[in-house]
Antibody, heavy 116, light 107 residues
Framework: EVQLVESGGGLVQPGGSLRLSCAAS????????MHWVRQAPGKGLVWVSR????????SYADSVKGRFTISRDNAKNTLYLQMNSLRAEDTAVYYC?????????WGQGTLVTVSS | SYELTQPPSVSVSPGQTARITCSGD??????AYWYQQKPGQAPVLVIY???ERPSGIPERFSGSSSGTTVTLTISGVQAEDEADYYC??????????FGGGTKLTVL
């Protein structure tokens, strides 16, 4: 079964850091691009970042550029999102997702709350 | 990046047909994808590459494309179809773009 499982969310103070992880199983992780998408409470889906299959190319939404870093470890089938200088407006459920043959797989999400 | 525009809400009675549109300048060049999201749950893909239906998605869900507009059609709407629906596409760099979402209400 194709599966993505996020972890690492929690409560963090403004200006703090957090690293999210996304563990993949059931497909050849190293062959596919990966994305992070977030959803603030009561709001819509917003694309955050993506990384190509070997990690050599990354891209970010303007709202997180310079603060967030996406990376992957293909040996561990794991995607990461390092989030620094967190702001209240970064509060959201963060999902990882991947385009696989005939589907787009999403994790269940992990909640990040930025508050003092 | 570009924008995708959806109506905020659509209402239909059970058994009727619901149509949700999504407009964007790049849609003639890029595929569109549709997600269903129910409260507290992750999005579920219901249509990919404009009109393909993933395994396990009921046949009442279909997608079409015409120029700068793509449409999600739900035929014979059921109460369980009440949810938020999002269209998604990508720019030339492979970065995703989402529409603002449409709340489907089954009256």
């Amino acid at each position: 079964e194709v599966q993505l499982v996020e972890s690492g969310g929690g409560l963090v103070q403004p200006g703090g850091s957090l690293r999210l992880s996304c563990a993949a199983s059931g497909f050849t992780f190293s062959s596919y691009w990966m994305h992070w998408v977030r959803q603030a409470p009561g709001k819509g889906l917003v694309w955050v970042s993506r990384i190509n299959s070997d990690g050599s190319s990354t891209s970010y939404a303007d709202s997180v550029k310079g603060r967030f870093t996406i990376s992957r470890d293909n040996a561990k089938n794991t995607l990461y999102l390092q989030m620094n200088s967190l702001r209240a407006e970064d509060t959201a459920v963060y999902y990882c997702a991947s385009v696989v043959p005939a589907a787009i797989v999403w994790g269940q999400g992990t909640l990040v709350t930025v508050s003092s | 990046s570009y924008e995708l525009t959806q109506p905020p809400s659509v209402s239909v009675s059970p058994g009727q047909t619901a149509r949700i549109t999504c407009s964007g300048d790049a849609l003639p060049k890029q595929y569109a994808y549709w997600y269903q999201q129910k409260p507290g749950q992750a999005p579920v893909l219901v249509i990919y590459k404009d009109s393909e239906r993933p395994s396990g998605i009921p046949e009442r869900f279909s997608g079409s494309s015409s120029g700068t507009t793509v449409t999600l059609t739900i035929s014979g709407v059921q109460a369980e179809d009440e949810a938020d629906y999002y269209c998604q596409s990508a720019d030339s760099s492979g970065n995703w773009v989402f529409g603002g979402g449409t709340k489907l209400t089954v009256l």
